[in-house]
């Protein structure tokens, strides 16, 4: 599985961005996938997760009710809608997939920036 994210951005305090991730390789029937995110220092961190068999998502406590993570099947595609941004949103946000198999997630796309400014 090849994963392509996109859709980061600088964007005000409030204000709203919609990241893609684009996933190629095979089809995501069986697959959890989520969105991380790492600022600057060394632990990246969980934001939102889609169960595509499920259609169950769930979410960090500091995302919650401001990110919205959904998918487009015939596109092969997931999004993270988020409003409100705040400048700790700022980061560079990863999309992650792995199987019904895998314990950790195993796939892994580029990171893409989103900056929050106050």
């Known amino acids: 599985v090849q994963l392509q994210a996109s859709g980061g951005g600088l964007v005000q305090a409030g204000g709203s961005l919609r990241l893609s991730c684009v996933a190629s390789?095979?089809?995501?029937?069986?697959?959890?996938m989520g969105w991380f995110r790492q600022a600057p220092g060394p632990e990246r961190k969980f934001v939102a997760a889609?169960?595509?068999?499920?259609?169950?998502?769930n979410y960090a406590d500091s995302v919650k009710g401001r990110f919205t993570i959904s998918r487009d099947s015939a596109k092969n595609t997931m999004y993270l809608q988020m409003n409100s941004l705040e400048p700790e949103d700022t980061a560079d946000y990863y999309c992650?997939?792995?199987?019904?198999?895998?314990?950790?997630?195993?796939?892994w796309g580029q990171g893409t920036l989103v900056t929050v400014s106050s």
């Open positions: 992650a997939a792995k199987s019904i198999h895998d314990m950790d997630y195993v796939y």
């Open positions: 390789g095979r089809t995501l029937s069986n697959y959890r």
């Open positions: 889609f169960n595509w068999s499920a259609g169950t998502t």
